[in-house]
């Protein structure tokens, strides 16, 4: 399911237990891949949305902008009367183009909520996972600080014991000699 590339061999030699390093780092939206839009991605909600999108850019304003200019600057010289003024055809041509922007752009943002939704969950998952993770790595560090502890502990009664061994043989050793040096 998630790709991941191998590591460097040498600098695995280097780093003992590193094997694979994942490299998908949206492993946990997978998941939500099956999802399906409320209005499907069939082509044209994929359009309708390209253009709900395409509705709010710099270059759609200035277009309409300049076109709008054009419209009313050659109805009112009278260069052409084809929609004089109050420019009525002008009116239903924005009325037409918000009939069908507000279905679009709501269509849009059904869309982007649902994804946004799926992402959230799918972060949710993410940070609940690196959570466990979290506590899993403290509570591996108490084990083993623990474990460190009792080995010292260990440590430490090895070492009084070396020592009283030692004792013992200096006092086993010294009384071997005395034994030996009054013998002969």
Request: aromatic share 10%.
């Amino acid at each position: 399911m998630a790709e991941t590339i191998k590591s460097n061999p040498e600098h695995r030699e280097e780093q003992p237990g590193i094997t694979e390093a994942p490299t998908n780092y949206f492993r946990f939206h997978l998941q939500h891949l099956h999802l399906g839009s409320v209005f499907g991605d069939d082509w044209f909600a994929l359009k309708a949305e390209g253009f709900a999108r395409f509705f709010g850019t710099p270059v759609f304003l200035v277009g309409q902008t300049i076109i709008v200019a054009i419209w009313i600057f050659l109805n009112a010289s009278g260069y052409t009367r084809f929609d004089i003024y109050p420019f009525i055809l002008l009116n239903l041509a924005f009325s037409l183009q918000a009939a069908y922007a507000a279905p679009l752009i709501l269509l849009a943002q059904t869309r982007q909520a649902d994804r946004d939704k799926a992402h959230a969950d799918a972060d949710a998952q993410h940070r609940e996972a690196l959570a466990m993770a979290s506590e899993q790595r403290e509570l591996l560090g108490a084990r083993q600080s623990e474990q460190i502890l009792l080995l010292l502990q260990q440590n430490t009664r090895l070492t009084e014991l070396v020592r009283e061994l030692a004792e013992r043989i200096d006092t086993l050793t010294t009384a071997v000699h005395s034994k030996v040096v009054q013998g002969g």
